[in-house]
């Protein structure tokens, strides 16, 4: 299969095949003069209404219409269709898939077209650096030194570079997380670095740092010591609440393996223990990938078999009600069989009602919707396995357009 275009020259070229069929104008056949008058839409629409009927196509088909004339460009491209384009219907979240283990390069799956496009992300150099999404934005951070932090909008190409966050330079793991406000569209950004102390293996130090766009400055909101758990890389934003994995280093019980933690950002106090905030996982499990979604704390992972808790027997979906999990879903055994039966196996992100899940070792890419609560395989990937040991991975955003870092 070839590969897609860059999903932008897509849509323009979909264009120029298809532009003696455009409908854009209306055939009125006269038989009494044997004449044909032709009536633009331009003419009949106010720019008000065609505006409104523009802002509830997807983001591909609203770069088609740019397309079409100079007026429909200027409506497409002007700041008032931009706001009322962030009021209409969600655009459902596309994920973007990185189809090799040492390059930046991708494709990103747009499910409500079912098509893949070509996207080249700024500034990202590889595939295993940190990458968090929020409304439209995605936040990415170099996975050597840690230090360099971009924001940037996939869509409309626009980024910018953060500061150095505080704080130790070279951790031992770090978590990332963005969240945007739809309302004022102004960010927080989160890290949670982890280190362990010198000659002592249970004991690791942990200090949470968080940058506000407003302001432009970073904080150091917090620093303590956990004893007989670490840190991890997996964190997400959730109504107001910092969520962070911890793993165990051998303190617990065998099904104490891991574990969350919360961090109220709106408080940011430096007083009492993290872990009076503990909230244990439902089961043993592997792979515990966290998301947001529509300010709901969703956790997909590995089910562990109870004699050997690092292979796992499929992979569940729970929604979190206080401090207690809610399972929502399990995928079938038929499709859970793709995915293999070993520990840190597939790559899971979702935003909106939409979860992605997919298998390190393929491109192929598992939607959950969690309205429907139905099960489907994505479109296939424009990328072939080019050798055995080639490793896939990826994540999910939302395409906006009026969005900007």
Known sequence: MEPEASW?????????????????????????????????????????LLERILSYLPVASIFRAGSVCKRWNEIVTSDRFLWHFSDMLS??????????????IGYACDPILRKWYSIEIPEIRSSNWFVSSSCGLICFMDNDSRSELYVCNPITKKWRQLEEPPGL?????????????????????AIVKSKQVPGNFFQWDLSIHIYDSGTMIWAISLNEVLTGWRGGD??????????????????????????????????????????????????????????????KLVM???????????????????????????EIARMPHKLFQGFGEFDDVFASRGTDDLIYIQSYGAPSLLVFDMNQKQWKWSPKCPVTKRFPLQLFTGFCFEPRLEIAP
């Not at 069929?21 to 009536?39: H, P, R």
């Not at 655009?91 to 930046?104: A, C, H, I, V």
């Not at 793991?173 to 960010?187: F, H």
């Not at 617990?252 to 430096?270: A, F, K, M, V």
């Open 8 to 48: 932008i020259d897509h849509c323009h070229d979909d264009i120029a095949k298809t532009g003696g069929n455009f409908d854009s104008f209306s055939e009125i056949s006269d038989d009494s003069n044997k004449e044909t008058a032709v009536i633009s839409v331009d003419l009949i629409l106010p720019d008000d």
């Open 169 to 189: 330079k070279f951790a031992d793991y770090s978590a990332l997380a963005i969240s945007v406000s739809r309302i004022s569209r102004c960010y927080s950004v």
């Open 234 to 295: 997996e964190s997400v934003i959730c109504d107001g609440l910092l969520y962070f994995m911890i793993y165990s280093t051998g303190c617990g019980t065998q099904e104490d393996r891991h574990g969350l933690l919360t961090y109220d950002l709106s408080g940011r106090s430096s007083h009492g223990s993290l872990m009076k905030t503990f909230i244990p996982v439902p089961c043993p499990i592997t792979c515990g990938r966290l998301m947001n979604l529509k300010e």
């Open 300 to 326: 997909v992972g590995g089910i562990g078999k109870p004699d050997r808790h690092d292979i796992i027997k499929g992979i569940g979906i729970w929604v979190l009600k206080g401090r207690v999990w809610q």
């Open 91 to 104: 655009q459902k979240p596309w994920y973007f898939m990185f189809t090799g283990s040492d390059e930046p």
